[in-house]
């Protein structure tokens, strides 16, 4: 089954930010298919490579640290919406766009996005989780698919 953009998509999502919203599945169809338990422990870096690409759209963003029903986790929230490149951990019906009310996500901490704590945790993230060669892959393929994400909202 194909699924479009109407279903994960919420209806309110505001049109400057579907470019976030496509690179932000773009890039959890990567994780789900290329590292364990779809993604599960690459929450940080991935959530980095969403936050760079709102540097790159003039996005407002932050990075988040909280929880997911309690579990340790990271995502972007930008205009009252969360984008969880790694919301596949938590289950298959778990979108990667959401209002920022939802009930599953609590913040304890935010990142303006492109400001130098964001980096260095988005640096240390990427020293912890993969070595120099997967960390240099995990960047370019997920900027490839921030990319495309971009050219699909335009279209």
Not at 115 to 122: K, N, R, V
Not at 138 to 141: A, C, G, R, T
Not at 151 to 155: G, K, N, S, Y
């Given at each position: 089954m194909t699924t479009t953009a109407e279903d994960w998509l919420p209806a309110t999502l505001p049109a400057d930010l579907l470019p976030l919203a496509f690179a932000t599945d773009l890039i959890r169809r990567w994780c789900d298919d290329n590292l364990p338990a779809e993604g599960k422990g690459a929450c940080l870096p991935a959530s980095g490579?969403?936050?760079f690409t709102t540097l790159?759209?003039?996005i407002d963003?932050?990075?988040?640290?909280?929880t997911h029903d309690g579990e340790p986790h990271w995502w972007v929230e930008a205009g009252?919406?969360?984008?969880?490149?790694?919301?596949?951990?938590f289950g298959p019906d778990r979108l990667?766009?959401?209002?920022?009310?939802?009930?599953?996500?609590?913040?304890?901490?935010?990142?303006?996005c492109g400001?130098?704590?964001?980096?260095?945790?988005?640096a240390e993230a990427n020293r912890s989780f993969f070595d120099g060669s997967d960390a240099l892959n995990?960047?370019?393929?997920t900027l490839d698919l921030a990319a495309e994400g971009r050219?699909?909202?335009?279209?």
């Open positions: 490579i969403v936050g790159q759209d003039d963003a932050r990075l988040v640290c909280g009252g919406f969360i984008f969880d490149a790694t919301a596949g951990q990667s766009v959401t209002e920022a009310s939802d009930e599953h996500y609590a913040a304890t901490d935010r990142y303006p400001h130098t704590s964001f980096e260095l945790l988005l995990f960047v370019q393929e050219r699909l909202a335009a279209a």
